[in-house]
């Protein structure tokens, strides 16, 4: 089966494959500075009525510049090599289909544009979705950690996961 | 740009296209019965390493049998036609890029099969990836219900969209 999309936009960040991106978003970002935002083709720009009534939204996205390849068992850099999991129980973006997903913060709609809660791909990333987060149908408060629980480094690798700047 | 997927698996559900799909999870499911799962291409197995210390997944998936046209501005087929809101704002899966996202309970894993909790798609739907939902990083727990919670009826419309089964 063959399954082809479309860039149905553009993903804003300040971060570029020179610059490099963090792993997470950072969330020390000031929103003022509007940094983060996504330029829906106006094509589809009827399609964002009410949009603004959602606190946070899903942005699907296609990984365009993928730095390393694609292997099924993987060690996340930011456990320096002391744990491998399995590709599907990380989020690592080399993936047989590079779509990303985040979680953001919506912060506005202006026409075709929606800025947004700041998150870790490069400036220029093709948009294929947009889906509105909803409270109950996704934020499961019962969610764990996963195989990061057992780390013994634990508190200080979820600063790395939630993007938290800090002293290492 | 050219942005071209595989199927790395297929989703196993009781729901096909004669029988219809509800438009969420059922809720009142039994999970001994074992009806929801997903088949990865082996190939893939050893990306499942450590998945099973996740209590829920993100599960990306191709929606392969559209039945209604994509459209900017959609009822939801909940509100009785009372409330047009734009497509980016609904989760109707038809989309420009018809990729669906469901968040699951996972149950086991079981060579390349992953049992989970209910999902609204078809049997043998094309599964297009596998991620881990992280506490924190994607549990928004002052997310909101967007427009949903502008509705007379939300209560009742609530129990529609986390399919929970209840009398008219």
């Known amino acids: 089966m063959s399954i082809c999309l479309q860039e149905i936009g553009t993903i804003h960040t300040p971060y570029s494959l020179a610059s490099g991106a963090p792993y997470q978003p950072v969330s020390d970002n000031d929103p003022a500075q509007r940094q983060f935002y996504v330029e829906l083709d106006p094509a589809y720009a009827a399609g964002l009525h009410r949009l603004d009534s959602y606190a946070y939204l899903y942005l699907l996205f296609y990984v365009d510049r993928l730095t390393k390849p694609c292997r099924m068992q993987i060690s996340p850099p930011w456990t320096d090599g002391a744990v491998t999991v399995g590709l599907f129980a990380s989020r690592s973006p080399a993936r047989p289909n590079p779509i990303g997903l985040s979680v953001v913060r919506l912060l506005s709609v202006e026409g075709a544009r929606i800025y947004t809660s700041p998150l870790d791909v490069f400036d220029n990333t093709p948009l ?17 950690y996963g195989w990061i629980d057992d780390l013994p480094d634990k508190e200080h690798l979820m600063l790395h996961i939630l993007g938290i700047p800090h002293e290492f």
């Open 128 to 144: 294929l979705d947009i889906k509105p987060y909803i409270r109950d149908l996704d934020t499961k408060t019962d969610a764990n």
